[in-house]
T-cell receptor, first 114, second 114 residues
Framework: AQSVTQPDIHITVSEGASLELRCNYSYGATPYLFWYVQSPGQGLQLLLKYFSGDTLVQGIKGFEAEFKRSQSSFNLRKPSVHWSDAAEYFCAVGAKAAGNKLTFGGGTRVLVKP | DAGVIQSPRHEVTEMGQEVTLRCKPISGHNSLFWYRQTMMRGLELLIYFNNNVPIDDSGMPEDRFSAKMPNASFSTLKIQPSEPRDSAVYFC????????????FGPGTRLTVL
């Protein structure tokens, strides 16, 4: 079965600084990887997804993520953080063998300092 | 497109009462998911349906929980009797159905059981 680990529970970053959120997955074959964002009081919204091809994936709101098979990682990055990026971020993995299910990581809460 | 619709948005009830949460998926989506989110346990998949049929209910905590999907545009999650430990945010999500497709989340129902 697949699993997802987000090592950082909380991250605090200054507005304008860069942000990197870590995600490690465990799965025997090529996974399908997602990053979601959850703003306070709202549901989850997809930022980006990776299935195949170019390992650097661009998403909405200026986010990007890089798939590194050798490290079993799919880290999320943003070059310059805005105050509105304060939210919780979830990495998720899907797999053909799992049908339509996604396995979510525990989430990383991002706080943005002015 | 209205997105995934959930009702009620907030529910406060007393221990022992029956609670029914409702979800209307996005039209044309054939997979529907119920999740529960708490601080302690994070985001948990309770059950998912494909073409109105329950495929995996291994996440349903106990017999007090039941879910139905009588047609493609409506699903319910029922808790009877409710307990304080059921207090959480319950999300419904829908997906076009293929395993590599994103899930679209509703705004959630915040349930408080006193």
């Amino acid at each position: 079965a697949q699993s997802v680990t987000q090592p950082d529970i909380h991250i605090t970053v200054s507005e304008g600084a860069s942000l990197e959120l870590r995600c490690n997955y465990s799965y025997g074959a090529t996974p399908y990887l997602f990053w979601y964002v959850q703003s306070p009081g709202q549901g989850l919204q997809l930022l980006l997804k990776y299935f195949s091809g170019d390992t650097l994936v661009q998403g909405i709101k200026g986010f990007e993520a890089e798939f590194k098979r050798s490290q079993s990682s799919f880290n999320l990055r943003k070059p310059s953080v805005h105050w509105s990026d304060a939210a919780e971020y979830f990495c998720a993995v899907g797999a053909k063998a799992a049908g339509n299910k996604l396995t979510f990581g525990g989430g990383t809460r991002v706080l943005v300092k002015p | 497109d209205a997105g995934v619709i959930q009702s009620p948005r907030h529910e406060v009830t007393e221990m022992g009462q029956e609670v029914t949460l409702r979800c209307k998926p996005i039209s044309g989506h054939n997979s529907l998911f119920w999740y529960r989110q708490t601080m302690m346990r994070g985001l948990e998949l309770l059950i998912y349906f494909n073409n109105n049929v329950p495929i995996d209910d291994s996440g349903m905590p106990e017999d007090r929980f039941s879910a139905k999907m009588p047609n493609a545009s409506f699903s319910t999650l029922k808790i009877q009797p409710s307990e304080p430990r059921d207090s959480a945010v319950y999300f419904c999500a829908s997906s076009p159905g293929d395993y590599y497709n994103e899930q679209f989340f509703g705004p959630g129902t915040r349930l408080t059981v006193l």
